[in-house]
């Protein structure tokens, strides 16, 4: 591929740039920051996922390692500005351990390739700027002493040569970036892991906490969490109920973007309900020295609430409007004005009556039930956390006592319970909802319907063709079988003989059939109309089929259908819908209706 010269354009080479690069020179501090970090949620991401996104919002983090998320699969999915990527347990086992990398929008752009290893394992390449990273989402077994049997034993040297041969996957121009939960006491500063920890921390070491070590001095890597003089609330990342406080939750980074590193520090006001706490490490500089690139705004695309036609009043009012507007079209002689008017009369009036919806490109609508309510209570949840860490942190100065530490901790936790109860509920009324709606009418919600199946199932399932059938209708299952028939398959669909001679006849029959139809009736425009298929997205017309429906014999005018001349378009094009329309009520003299109709959207 010959790759064009763009050192001559006005904005210099910053048009073929990553859109990662892309930060002004000397800008804005946050743009040239970016913050890395590890939680482990405990207990599961299903109702914990939006609070996770809350709080990498106000907390504007770029990468978030979570463990414990007890999901099953592997799987990439998308909420709102943010992408994850799960890497959980095979669907047959019970839902436990799970790893996950929620990235934002920016650091999203990045991902070159990743890969999930197993529940405790998954790693990510990005490239950021002018640097290459190689990330690893790590979930440690827990070490529980000398006192384990030699089967966990087993299981935690298996864990730890995996993650080395992950580690071996990196590149030599990459910068290794570790984190999450290692369930290791890594120590202070001691005699041969100078370069690898800092002064600050816990003076405990365990098993786990030998394997980091070791692991960082055969890559070259520091564990940022020691390097940073801190008070030791912000330096214990796990703090439980009749457990003494550790440090085992860490980010750890190549010895050569060290001096990037801002400081890494424990956040205890999360408000995630977990004994762990949020470890976050900020960096400089990965995406400083490039030039911002003037971006095309476009505008946000608005889709028209068609489903609302299904209720009566609105239906009711939106023949009523159409009926007005449409009086003295019939004085319309000329083609291009008639269609412009009857496209932009039947436009603005649904819009009006139905309303529109804005639909932003890449991003996605959080769960119904994430309503004003629910964040509310969500908020004061979070306060009463607040409060509990301020009396227990009191409590150790003799500013605070028992009773007080006691009161705060049942505030919190009778919040939590009604918390859930109010989710619970939420979540039924919206499926409450979304049967009721199934139920009312099933033909009208057909798209609906299998939305909802799509939700359901998820999007974990495997797509990958195992067979195909030959041209005698035999099934092939080899590779390179299956590539030779997908060959001959678009070989024959591109013959330009058989497609010319087809365009021919098709052509010709509907000269034949135009000969004969003079003039089509109300009758077979009504006929025709309730025949097309709901659900089909509206082309840049924007005039879907369930508008037409709707108006039925208002909008069913022989005057326009009669007017416009049969040209077979797309359904995107100009007069695309009109000429559709004309040309099924016209099919049945050389076509079925389905045929002709699955054929015009092929």
Known sequence: MEIQNNNNHPNGGDVVRHPSRLVSRGGDKRLTESRFATLNVGGGMEEKLNEVLQMMDERKIDILCVNETKRKGCDTTLHGTYTAYWSGVPSSDRACQGVGVVLSARMAECVREFECVNSRLMWIRLKVGMMRIFLVGVYAPVDRGASISQRVRDERQIFWDELREVLKVCKSNERLVLLGDFNGWVGIKRDGFEK???????????????????????????????????KRIHLY???????????????????????????????????????????MCRLSGLFKGWRQRPRTVTADLKRIKVENLQEEGVNDEYRSRLKTEFNGMDEISETEQLWNS????????????????????????????????????VCKKKKLWLDWLATRANQRNHTASFDKISEAKKDYRRMKVLVKELVDRKKDEQK??????????????????????????GNTQNSELKSIKDKNGRLVNEEECILERWKEYFESLFDKEKASTSILELNESIENVSENEDSISMDKIVKALKGMKSGKAAGYDRVSVEMLKAGQGIVASPKIYNHIPLEIKSATGKRGFVNKLKAKLMSEAYYSVDEFFDGMHS
Not at 203 to 224: A, H, K, M, Y
Not at 249 to 273: A, P, Q
Not at 367 to 377: H, L, M, R, S, Y
């Open 237 to 279: 990342t796990r703090e439980a109920e009749n457990v003494r406080k550790s440090m085992i939750d860490f980010v750890i980074v190549d010895e050569r973007i060290r001096k990037n590193v801002i400081d890494s520090r424990v956040y205890r006001g999360s408000g995630i309900h977990s004994d762990h706490f949020l470890v």
């Open 196 to 230: 690898v920890l800092g002064m600050y921390g816990d003076e405990r070491v365990n098993d786990n906490g030998r394997s980091v070590l070791e692991i960082c001095q055969e890559w070259n890597l520091c564990v940022t969490n020691t390097m940073f003089d801190h």
């Open 342 to 377: 009857f496209k932009n009369k039947v436009v603005s009036v649904a819009s009006e009556v139905c309303g529109v919806r804005k639909r932003h490109k890449g991003k996605k609508e959080k769960n119904v039930w994430w309503d004003k309510e629910v964040q509310e209570a």
């Open 432 to 457: 409450d909802k979304m049967e009721e709606r199934l139920s009312q009418d099933f033909q009208t919600n057909i798209k609906f319907f299998w939305k909802s199946v799509r939700l359901a199932r």
